[in-house]
């Protein structure tokens, strides 16, 4: 069920009384555990927690990384994880019955919008122009992912036909982009750093998916509705502090790149150049943490497209909207 207006005005009260709780003993935090996707994503979360603006909000934040995207739903379900920061497609995914694994409850919900997928369709080295692959092997992390939607559309807009290439499921970002540089596959859709470890390589960027698809809203906060029934000043908290973390890496360069060297176990110019394709650009995170509405109905319509019936048409149902930021039209 939607948390009511009644509760979340009280939750809403009681932040506010609390200040926040921006002075809580540290014996009062409230414990939190989010699975996160590691990637430039990431970066808001780290700086809240390794910059204290969780705490500040009297929160216990336990951020742990997390491959698979499968594994995460299934501890989400379980209530191992109260926040995920996966893509909003698997969410939709899992709620409408047709998720890899089978889960207790189908009430999984957005409270924040993190980025917009950050999809840049790679190369080989020798690829420079999506007409080219035609005829070729392209790597997915799963072929009925929402990842694999993406890059199908992005071809159909190219008016490559679906019997001209081949899909194949290789798994994560770091593993795709192993394939890509020895040779393996041809091309596959890679995220910041993963992106421009492989252009290092030679490896050219063909176009980024919001370049041929418009808006899409790739990760959000994930939780199930019946932890924000019960914790709901802990969610508008985490929101909060999430907003104030977003803002504060979107101001402090210098201070994020140590921190992305440190996380992804990157150089210092992949972290640097991460850093400014998300930040430097009009696509990238969420503003504000907002929820992108156009870019959730691009969502739907490819899943409706190449995973029939989809999840509808509308937004709404994967949305908690009394607690999620503020969003687009």
């Not at 009681?14 to 989010?34: E, F, M």
């Not at 216990?60 to 594994?71: C, G, H, N, Q, W």
């Not at 890509?180 to 859709?189: C, E, Q, R, S, Y």
């Amino acid at each position: 069920m939607t948390l009511t207006r009644n509760a979340f005005l009280a939750a809403c009260a009681a932040v506010a009384a609390s200040g926040g709780a921006r002075r809580a003993d540290a014996q009062t935090l409230i414990p939190i555990q989010v699975g996160y996707l590691p990637g430039i994503s990431a970066l808001p979360l780290l700086t809240g927690v390794y910059l204290g603006m969780f705490a500040a909000e009297g929160l216990a934040i336990d951020a742990e990384p997390a491959t698979d995207t499968a594994k995460l739903f299934r501890k989400l379900d379980d209530g191992i994880v109260d926040v995920a920061h996966t893509p909003i497609d698997s969410a939709i995914a899992y709620d409408v019955g047709v998720g890899p694994h089978a889960v207790q409850s189908r009430d999984f919900v957005a409270i924040l919008g993190i980025d917009d997928g950050q999809f840049r369709l790679v190369a080989r080295r020798g690829i420079k122009q999506i007409a080219q692959l035609r005829g070729k092997t392209l790597a997915v992390d799963a072929p009925g992912s929402g990842l694999a939607f993406v890059l199908r559309g992005m071809l159909a807009v190219e008016d490559i036909a679906e019997d001209e290439y081949r899909l194949v499921g290789i798994g994560d970002a770091q593993q795709r982009a192993s394939a890509l540089t020895a040779g393996k596959v041809d091309a596959t859709l890679l995220t910041p750093p993963y992106d421009l470890s492989v252009r290092a390589r030679g490896c050219p960027t063909l176009a980024r998916a919001t370049d041929l698809l418009g808006g899409y809203q790739g990760i959000a906060a994930i939780v199930r509705r019946a932890w924000i029934e019960n914790n709901a000043s802990a969610a508008l908290r985490y929101k909060h502090a999430y907003r104030e973390a977003l803002a504060h890496a979107a101001s402090d360069r210098a201070g994020s790149i140590p921190l992305l060297v440190g996380a992804l176990h990157v150089s210092p110019a992949v972290a640097a150049a991460s850093y400014d394709a998300a930040m430097r650009h009009s696509d990238g995170f969420c503003n504000d943490g907002r929820l992108d509405i156009d870019g959730i109905r691009t969502v739907l319509r490819l899943r409706a497209r190449y995973a029939p019936p989809g999840g509808g048409d509308d937004p709404a149902p994967y949305i908690e909207s009394a607690i999620s930021a503020p969003q687009s039209a």
